[in-house]
């Protein structure tokens, strides 16, 4: 058999992964591809480093020229996280005639427009399976398999980190910052863990999903977006007793041609699909106008699920199937007709709202007032006596509302934080 040459370019957990399936699994890739994805160059920063996987000799290297100026390389694995030095490193890539496999969700969700639309001039192929919940297959899904339907909703819980680190919270009581830890040594965080638990990372593959569904045109940070890491276990064990899981949900749906974007813990009533998700886990569902909901669950993150969808890409790649899709997509391209984000005041949801508030006559009037003066509609209140919390005065009040605006459950709270009656600010989650 032939062989294509490939470089990877990164040998952190992914790019570890990958090596170890084209090492290994020579026989499998070959019988896929019809030639041999012959592993010709490794780049790392660091020689003298430890690897967990070997090498053969002469392959790793910290000369990315080596693959640069490689005319024999054609197919790269781009397996470094940031955006800086990964966009550079990629544009050289492609403009010395690579085709690219990337992990990196920052890096497209941030450099998408400009990454795609040099690839298209330079006639190279970028693709992305990996960048989006691991394991599971949603870009090729949503990209390929579901094109005859306009998407009308997207939820997913797109984060390995926050899910295990909701489910461990919620299962062992153990402690957020041990749990988190716990993530980093397993090789589900980012190499700066803020991103998956303030939410960007989620926001970040919402991007892409909802620029693949919906042509949504957006930056991700313009998306509302809410992490887990202000989550309480009170709120975990409040939901739990009223029939609920919280899961850190992204959400895109179309609304009178417009899409509602969202990123935020969500209350989930126990038995929906989403809220039985555990650990590093993802799922996503998809509702199509002609296929209606399909259901993806899968490891979201690690080593070897996310290796799955880079060999995969590698393969597609080889093949040639990658730069025809990558033509079709026309991702982030001006061809492409987008439709734009909703203005988030405007979207409708149910609430879970949380207060500690003065335990004194009236004050559950003072409450309720507010929330009737700006039209929301409460479905259920329990004030948890005997709850006291920090001071013994107050009580814990969970609020359960009906649908409402978001901008309308804003304003409350913003009057809740000028009442002597509340004594913290109030915790507020959507509920799905
Ligand atoms: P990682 O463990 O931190 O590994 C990053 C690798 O990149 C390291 O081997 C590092 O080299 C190398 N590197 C960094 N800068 C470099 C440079 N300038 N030149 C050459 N090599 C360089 O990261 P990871 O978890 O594998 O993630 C890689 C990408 O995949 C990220 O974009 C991440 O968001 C994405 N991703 C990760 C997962 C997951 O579960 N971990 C899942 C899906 C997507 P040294 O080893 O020499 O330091
Ligand atoms: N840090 C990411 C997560 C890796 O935990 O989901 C997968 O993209």
């Not at 403009?95 to 990337?102: A, C, L, N, V």
């Not at 009581?173 to 803020?194: F, K, S, V």
Request: hydrophobic share 40%; charged share 20%; net charge negative.
């Amino acid at each position: 058999m032939e062989k294509t040459k490939i470089a990877i370019i990164g040998l952190g957990t992914v790019g570890t992964g990958v090596a170890r399936l084209l090492l290994d699994h020579g026989d499998r890739t070959a019988r896929h591809t019809g030639r041999i994805p012959w592993l010709e160059k490794v780049v790392v920063r660091d020689l003298t480093k430890q690897r967990n996987v070997d090498i053969p000799e002469g392959v790793l290297t910290d000369d990315l020229d080596e693959v640069i100026n490689n005319p024999e390389i054609n197919v790269v694995a781009q397996l470094i996280g940031g955006l800086e030095p990964a966009r550079s490193i990629m544009l050289q890539l492609m403009e010395s005639g690579k085709d690219i496999i990337t992990a990196n969700k920052a890096l497209l969700a941030v450099h998408g427009p400009e990454l795609f639309d040099r690839a298209r001039q330079l006639g190279r192929s970028i693709a992305f399976e990996a960048s989006v919940a691991g394991g599971i297959p949603i870009i090729t899904n949503i990209g390929q398999c579901l094109t005859g339907n306009q998407v009308t909703s997207l939820r997913g819980i797109l984060n390995g980190t926050c899910n295990f680190i909701i489910t461990e919270m919620q299962e062992t009581g153990a402690d957020y910052n041990d749990i988190l830890q716990e993530a980093q040594r397993l090789g589900y965080a980012e190499a700066d863990p803020t991103l998956d638990v303030n939410g960007a990372d989620t926001a970040q593959k919402l991007t892409i999903l909802s620029q693949l569904a919906f042509g949504v045109r957006e930056n991700w940070d313009r998306i509302p977006c809410t992490g887990i890491d202000m989550l309480e276990i009170d709120d975990i064990q409040y939901a739990d007793q009223l029939g609920y899981r919280i899961k850190l949900l992204a959400v895109a749906k179309l609304v009178n041609g417009e899409v509602e974007m969202s990123v935020g813990p969500t209350l989930i009533k126990k038995g929906n699909p989403l809220a039985e998700v555990q650990g590093a886990f993802n799922a996503v569902r998809v509702r199509g106008d002609a296929v209606g909901p399909v259901f993806y669950h899968g490891q979201g993150a690690g080593q070897m699920p996310t290796a799955s969808a880079v060999v995969a890409d590698i393969i597609d790649t080889v093949t040639g199937r990658s730069q025809i899709t990558f033509n079709n997509l026309e991702l982030w391209s001006e061809n492409h007709r987008p439709l734009s984000m909703a203005d988030a005041d405007n979207t409708m949801d149910r609430y879970y709202l949380r207060m500690q508030v003065v335990d004194k006559p009236g004050v559950m009037a003072a409450i309720t007032g507010i929330l009737g003066n700006n039209g929301v509609s409460i479905a259920s209140i329990i004030q948890h006596k005997g709850d006291n919390g920090p001071s013994p005065e107050t009580v814990p009040l969970v609020i359960m509302s009906h649908e409402t605006t978001h901008g309308s459950i804003a304003q409350s709270v913003s009057e809740f934080t000028k009442s002597d009656n509340i004594e913290s600010e109030a915790v507020v989650y959507k509920v799905l």
